[in-house]
């Protein structure tokens, strides 16, 4: 509700304030403008919207004025098929450069935000910049900044603020993994047939169909994705030692339950020449002893 | 996370319940620690809402925000804060003991002795989570440059009396918070993660309820009760266990809080509109009523959270202190005194951002201390120093072999060999310094130096190594050692390569030294210029 | 001869510029990026040596009482007349007993003793103790880039000026204990001693030496593309200026082909099976101890442009090097076991600085479920693959391309930290494509 407001409030008039706030950061000493262009950028279903974005693109390039479309759309293609995404706003340069803008609700306090959400962010505006990408490709002087422009409150106050972010490293990232992602026609290929994920079918069929897909399960996903507590109960039903943590896995080498590395440690089961399981047996004496308490474990005293 | 850690949690999977990693408590826990859950409102920026703050589990006080947008309300709830804080904090500040501290004479250049005053006890406070110790860093932050009427009458929106002093001693405690080690401020999972490993990821233990679950399980598995704590909602879809804040759940948010909110608002504009005295008294009664339901939900997610804290600490008391936990007190009272001691002289309140050499300082003297902290848990707790025995940094021993030898110099001191064996593989290298304590002294320590593998036969079905070691410190003035100051065979002694002390680092310039490197002396800052308060908007969040 | 300009040229170029301006320039401070055997320590002794014939006393730190001997040893071979003094602490063994014997070397734990020699040179740890001299007038900050901002604050009031020398791709300063509160700050103590420098004094003349000595034209460009794409750097030699060749023929084992491999072309990929491996994987360790071990009994021998004739392939000029200590270890037990000796073993972090005719690189992600920061560190991997001056023979289970992919990142980003690069991932990425190419199966 709040970064509704927010974000309403830093595109007010005519974006005034964003595009201040951008030149401040990225103008290179220039004048914010007094007023920009702001193209309607309304049409029909999200494709008729994309392409009316690209075209509000070209043409305000080719003017070689300010503009700022606000709530553009954009395509990307995501395993052969089209994702339709929403940035919150594009600045197009007087020069040609385009700029991805992101406002968020979260603050920067005394310059600095939360940097796990500045990364989140960093994540997200990658992506539009990649799609921006395609369509700069096609447009003559074009060329899209790999700097975006994140607006947040500042400090305890709804007045808005603004900081560039670099998103080059993620943007690479992001590209790789598109290019590497198996198209959908072969994702469905793979899973048995007649395996649905149609929201209308009843909870069993579609508990049956996320059973059929395999997981991997880490606990970095709970933050991040609504089926996480789903493959969080797969993994320790199987025992699987990942979810304790990435960490913890790296540590236990080819062992991956719980049960084998308990085995493992105790001398009942394993191969004393593997380092992971010498170590885990050495570490479970010298637990045993600590815990057996004086006369067992020898304190510093 | 070391081998024996993951090993622990292992276990905790198995057997349903947490498994310990300490066999001592490693932070001091005073006898009257403050108690404070703070909760905030939806949305990533979250204005205050309310709290429950106190010293006795049986009488917390609760303090709410009826309309968390309203600064007049917002302010009632910071000066209610600080009148519930402060004269806790001063009652420490008040009572001093002497002490000495070492300071460099700047005449002289020399060290001397200095007596000053040192605070007996400090003020403790105990927040539910980390977010709740961020939450006391971004309190802190936006109380303590705000101006009072009587710092400056003609300020915006004076803030009540006492909320900038709270605001400098919340910045304190926050900014203590990140020395490894110290106990001004601590978070209650902080607290019993280090204690308990349990049989979910580090991650999962953030979680108050779920890591209790584990540790103190309700009969039954520890794994369904820290997911029943995690999920369980009631037939209105409200969690079981609310979380431990300051964030809420948004199924409260949406379905109690925001439409008791709603109620209020309404009741305070029909209040405004009333036509007469008998009107306005019927509306007051509403609005009581409205502001009394706002107080009862906030109470009813705080009390478990609340409850939760209080049980945490209880099972941390069962465990005996470590020695050298003391030892680290003290070192948080000093820093109580100094803070103290800054309010009394007026100095202005922390900047925003640190200087070059303050953030240096700050750096290096956190590196002492998590050295220190290392050393200090080893030594006071073998199943700490058990891994470090894995690692390879300290090992344990017994003597087999002492042989006399003595220094090469004019007045010969005694240097004798020990002969160690051990099944453990520590990382020694040519003349590297092991330690090992001396009887009852938590600083003291002799120190040896590694000379070589031994040589010779085993005795059948011994395993390990053996290792001379050439002692070569606190054996007494003497050409012989002093008695007892050598180890004597059969001794069963644990050794370590980390040291037992830690010294601090060189001396860093003076702010007014910051050499070009680092931009030089920071800006010449006028008086008022540095705790300037922030810009007052009509939309404030805190 | 290629049509591009003589390397030698190019490098003594870049130095009388750096020179020009350490004596005769008005900067307060001149940075220098130096990559792998670029000729650092030869230019901090040349310019050392200038300022002292100038008549301008200076100071030099380095960051560990290793890099200070060779400074020392190094003075003393080129000018033996010329008064040097060591400044070291007083622990025990504070510097290596060789100054001894050299006369023109004064060592003292206080500063005090020394002031008036040309050169007084010490660690960044003892001159923090310091207090209480004359400033110097000059100072050589050498291994600047390994230094950290809190470590240049406690030293920079020793000196007016300074010529800093670092490589920039080498591994960066860190602290066990967080710094995240200062990310972003100008002065962040945790950051690198010159990038602070630079921060606050962006207009100070930056210089690069472009040419590695070491590094044969097999591997200078792949070094330089994916560790120092803004200071790029080229080899000092040709193809074909360096031979590595065996006078035993192959047996046909894997070990031989990608020793043959790393003969013909400067790299060569051990690849085993994927598997998920404890960190001091047993079949990988021994296999690095057998491509050790058939590359010595096999006779390398090198050529190269220092003489005509081929110089064999000892113990001494060749390297293993590992990501952690623990595989360090491993792998000197492992050629113990096979009867191999004074091959020097360590990890990145104590291999900086050191060169051999053929390195062995246990790869850091082999084995690994998941790339972890300090894995991907920049740094150490490009240390571990810029030791050598004829060839390298990198040994990695299959699999680690599909595990830099297979986790999303979920770093965080603070805010107003100028973004590093080159980027650990992608620099793996670059790497591991370029070893396919000379790939060898090997089954244990």
């Known amino acids: 509700m709040r970064g509704n407001v927010f974000e309403a409030k830093v595109k007010a008039d005519g974006g005034t304030e964003l595009l201040r706030l951008l030149v401040e950061r990225l103008g290179h000493g220039a004048e914010a403008p007094a007023e920009a262009k702001v193209p309607d950028l309304t049409a029909a279903g999200p494709e008729g919207r994309a392409a009316r974005t690209a075209l509000a693109l070209r043409e305000a390039t080719a003017a070689g004025d300010w503009a700022l479309l606000d709530h553009p759309m954009l395509a990307l293609e995501v395993a052969g098929s089209p994702a339709y995404l929403e940035p919150d706003a594009v600045v197009v340069h007087p020069d040609g450069t385009w700029t991805v803008v992101e406002i968020k609700s979260f603050p920067m306090v005394d310059g600095s935000a939360d940097a796990a959400k500045v990364g989140a962010a960093a994540r997200q505006s990658a992506v539009y910049v990649l799609a921006l990408e395609r369509i700069a490709a096609v447009t003559e002087g074009a060329e899209v900044g790999h700097q975006v422009l994140l607006v947040c409150p500042k400090d305890f106050s709804n007045l808005p603020t603004a900081s560039v972010v670099d998103v080059r490293k993620q943007r690479a990232v992001t590209d790789r993994q598109l290019t590497r992602l198996t198209r959908v026609e072969d994702i469905a290929a793979a899973l048995p047939e007649g395996t649905t994920f149609d929201p209308d079918r009843s909870p069993e069929e579609l508990g049956t169909a996320v059973e059929a897909v395999p997981a991997a399960y880490a606990p970095e996903c709970l933050a991040a994705c609504e089926l996480a507590f789903h493959c969080r109960a797969k993994a320790r039903a199987e025992g699987a030692v990942e979810s304790l943590g990435r960490s913890v896995r790296g540590e236990l080498g080819g062992l991956t339950t719980v049960a084998g590395v308990l085995a493992a440690a105790a001398g009942k089961e394993g191969d004393p020449a593997d380092p992971t399981v010498a170590a885990l047996r050495r570490a479970a004496a010298l637990r045993a002893e600590a815990l057996a308490g004086v006369g067992g474990g020898v304190a510093c005293r | 996370?070391?081998?024996?850690?993951?090993?622990?949690?292992?276990?905790?999977?198995?057997?349903?319940?947490?498994?310990?990693?300490?066999?001592?408590?490693?932070?001091?826990?005073?006898?009257?620690?403050?108690?404070?859950?703070?909760?905030?409102?939806?949305?990533?920026?979250?204005?205050?809402?309310?709290?429950?703050?106190?010293?006795?589990?049986?009488?917390?006080?609760?303090?709410?925000?009826?309309?968390?947008?309203?600064?007049?309300?917002?302010?009632?709830?910071?000066?209610?804060?600080?009148?519930?804080?402060?004269?806790?904090?001063?009652?420490?500040?008040?009572?001093?003991?002497?002490?000495?501290?070492?300071?460099?004479?700047?005449g002289t250049g020399k060290k001397v002795k200095v007596e000053v005053e040192l605070c007996a006890d400090a003020a403790q406070l105990i927040v539910p989570s980390r977010a709740g110790i961020d939450f006391?860093?971004?309190?802190?932050?936006?109380?303590?440059?705000?101006?009072?009427?009587?710092?400056?009458?003609?300020?915006?929106?004076?803030?009540?009396?006492?909320?900038?002093?709270?605001?400098?001693?919340?910045?304190?405690?926050?900014?203590?918070?990140?020395?490894?080690?110290?106990?001004?401020?601590?978070?209650?999972?902080?607290?019993?993660?280090?204690?308990?490993?349990?049989?979910?990821s580090s991650l999962e233990d953030q979680h108050l309820g779920a890591l209790l679950a584990w540790v103190d399980p309700p009969g039954g598995s520890g794994a369904e009760a820290a997911l029943r704590a995690e999920l369980e909602r009631d037939r209105d879809g409200q969690l079981i266990c609310p979380p431990a804040g300051p964030a809420t759940d948004p199924a409260f948010d949406n379905k109690l809080l925001a439409p008791a909110i709603e109620r209020y608002d309404r009741a305070r504009s029909a209040l405004g509109a009333a036509e007469d005295g008998l009107d306005a008294d019927t509306r007051l009664g509403e609005l009581s009523g409205a502001e009394r339901e706002i107080r009862s939900l906030l109470a009813g997610v705080l009390l478990p959270t609340w409850d939760a804290v209080w049980r945490g600490l209880d099972l941390l008391r069962e465990l005996p202190e470590g020695t050298r936990a003391q030892d680290r007190w003290t070192r948080d009272r000093w820093s109580f005194t100094g803070h103290r001691d800054r309010v009394l002289a007026g100095e202005p309140p922390q900047p925003r951002r640190d200087d070059a050499v303050t953030a240096a300082q700050k750096l290096a003297s956190r590196e002492t201390a998590q050295a220190q902290l290392d050393a200090q848990e080893a030594l006071d707790d073998p199943l700490v120093l058990a891994g470090r025995r894995l690692a390879g940094e300290a090992f344990v021993g017994e003597v087999t072999e002492v042989e006399m030898a003595y220094s090469e110099s004019k007045r010969p001191s005694p240097r004798p060999l020990v002969t160690v064996r051990t099944e453990e593989r520590p990382h020694l290298g040519e003349r590297t310094k092991v330690y090992r304590s001396l009887d009852g002294d938590p600083v003291r320590s002799q120190t040896a130096e590694f000379v070589a593998y031994a040589t010779g036969e085993t005795e059948d079905g011994e395993e390990g190594v053996g290792l001379v070691l050439r002692i070569m410190d606190r054996m007494g003035?003497?050409?012989?050692?002093?008695?007892?100051?050598?180890?004597?065979?059969?001794?069963?002694?644990?050794?370590?390569?980390?040291?037992?002390?830690?010294?601090?680092?060189?001396?860093?310039?003076?702010?007014?030294?910051?050499?070009?490197?680092?931009?030089?002396?920071?800006?010449?800052?006028?008086?008022?210029?540095?705790?300037?308060p922030d810009p007052v908007t009509p939309e404030d969040l805190l | 001869m290629t049509a591009v300009s003589d390397p030698g040229a190019a490098a003594a170029r870049a130095t009388d510029a750096i020179l020009g301006d350490t004596l005769r320039g008005t900067a307060r401070g001149v940075v220098v990026d130096s990559p792998p055997g670029a000729g650092k320590s030869t230019l901090v002794v040349r310019a050392a040596l200038e300022l002292a014939a100038a008549g301008r006393p200076l100071m030099v730190v380095a960051q560990t009482n290793a890099q200070v001997d060779d400074l020392v040893v190094r003075l003393a071979e080129k000018e033996p007349g010329l008064p040097v003094g060591r400044l070291h602490s007083?622990?025990?063994?504070?510097?290596?007993?060789?100054?001894?014997?050299?006369?023109?070397?004064?060592?003292?734990?206080?500063?005090?003793?020394?002031?008036?020699?040309?050169?007084?040179?010490?660690?960044?740890?003892?001159?923090?103790?310091?207090?209480?001299?004359?400033?110097?007038?000059?100072?050589?900050?050498?291994?600047?880039?390994?230094?950290?901002?809190?470590?240049?604050?406690?030293?920079?009031?020793?000196?007016?000026?300074?010529?800093?020398?670092?490589?920039?791709?080498?591994?960066?300063?860190?602290?066990?204990?967080?710094?995240?509160?200062?990310?972003?700050?100008?002065y962040d103590p945790s950051a690198s001693a010159v990038s602070t420098l630079l921060a606050h004094n962006p207009e100070l003349p930056q210089h690069r030496l472009p040419v590695s000595w070491r590094l044969p034209a097999s591997a200078a460009p792949l070094v330089s593309d994916a560790f120092y794409p803004y200071t790029p750097f080229r080899s000092g030699t040709d193809h074909g200026d360096r031979r590595l060749s065996f006078g035993v023929p192959s047996d046909g084992s894997g070990t031989d082909r990608v020793l043959d491999e790393a003969a013909e072309s400067g790299w060569g990929l051990l690849?085993?099976?994927?598997?998920?491996?404890?960190?001091?994987?047993?079949?990988?360790?021994?296999?690095?101890?057998?491509?050790?071990?058939?590359?010595?009994?096999?006779?390398?021998?090198?050529?190269?442009?220092?003489?005509?004739?081929?110089?064999?392939?000892?113990?001494?000029?060749?390297?293993?090097?590992?990501?952690?200590?623990?595989?360090?270890?491993?792998?000197?037990?492992a050629l113990a076991d096979l009867g191999v000796t004074g091959v020097a073993v360590d990890t990145a972090n104590r291999l900086q600085g050191r060169e051999f005719d053929v390195t062995v690189v246990l790869h850091p992600l082999s084995g690994r479920p998941d790339a972890t920061a300090f894995h991907l560190e920049t740094g150490r991997l490009c240390v571990l693959a810029s030791r050598h001056r004829h060839a390298c023979v990198v040994v990695c289970r299959a699999g680690v391309a599909d595990l830099l992919d297979e986790h999303p990142s979920t770093e965080p980003v603070q805010l107003g930290v100028t973004v590093k690069f080159p980027d650990g991932w992608e620099a793996n990425h670059a790497v591991l494509s370029h070893l396919a190419e000379h790939r060898v199966h090997w089954s244990p």
């Open chain 2, 136 to 200: 006391v860093r971004l309190l802190g932050r936006s109380m303590r440059f705000r101006r009072t009427v009587e710092d400056d009458p003609d300020t915006p929106f004076p803030a009540p009396a006492r909320v900038p002093l709270l605001g400098r001693w919340l910045t304190h405690y926050g900014e203590r918070a990140r020395v490894p080690g110290s106990s001004l401020l601590l978070a209650a999972t902080d607290l019993v993660n280090r204690h308990w490993a349990t049989g979910q």
């Open chain 2, 1 to 106: 996370m070391s081998l024996i850690s993951t090993l622990a949690r292992l276990e905790a999977v198995d057997s349903g319940r947490a498994q310990p990693l300490a066999t001592v408590r490693h932070r001091h826990l005073t006898d009257r620690p403050l108690v404070l859950v703070p909760l905030t409102t939806a949305g990533e920026a979250g204005a205050p809402l309310g709290a429950l703050v106190g010293t006795d589990r049986a009488a917390p006080r609760l303090l709410a925000v009826p309309q968390p947008r309203d600064r007049d309300l917002r302010f009632a709830f910071l000066a209610e804060l600080a009148e519930a804080v402060l004269p806790h904090i001063e009652s420490y500040a008040d009572a001093v003991e002497p002490a000495e501290r070492n300071e460099v004479d700047p």
């Open chain 3, 90 to 186: 007083s622990d025990s063994d504070p510097y290596d007993k060789v100054l001894d014997g050299l006369d023109n070397v004064r060592t003292s734990a206080k500063a005090a003793d020394l002031a008036g020699l040309d050169i007084v040179i010490s660690t960044a740890a003892k001159w923090a103790h310091v207090k209480n001299v004359e400033p110097w007038g000059h100072a050589i900050v050498d291994e600047a880039y390994q230094m950290r901002s809190d470590a240049l604050l406690a030293v920079a009031g020793l000196f007016e000026r300074a010529l800093f020398v670092g490589d920039p791709g080498q591994l960066d300063p860190f602290s066990i204990v967080g710094a995240d509160q200062w990310a972003g700050l100008t």
């Open chain 2, 477 to 532: 003035r003497g050409k012989e050692p002093a008695p007892g100051s050598v180890p004597e065979p059969g001794d069963r002694i644990a050794w370590t390569l980390f040291e037992h002390d830690q010294r601090g680092g060189p001396k860093l310039p003076d702010p007014e030294d910051t050499p070009w490197t680092h931009g030089g002396p920071p800006g010449a800052v006028g008086p008022g210029t540095a705790e300037r």
């Open chain 3, 271 to 333: 690849e085993l099976p994927a598997r998920h491996t404890p960190r001091t994987d047993p079949e990988a360790v021994r296999a690095v101890a057998l491509v050790v071990r058939r590359l010595l009994d096999r006779g390398g021998a090198a050529t190269s442009e220092r003489g005509p004739d081929p110089v064999p392939v000892t113990a001494e000029r060749v390297a293993v090097g590992t990501a952690h200590r623990d595989q360090a270890a491993a792998v000197r037990a």
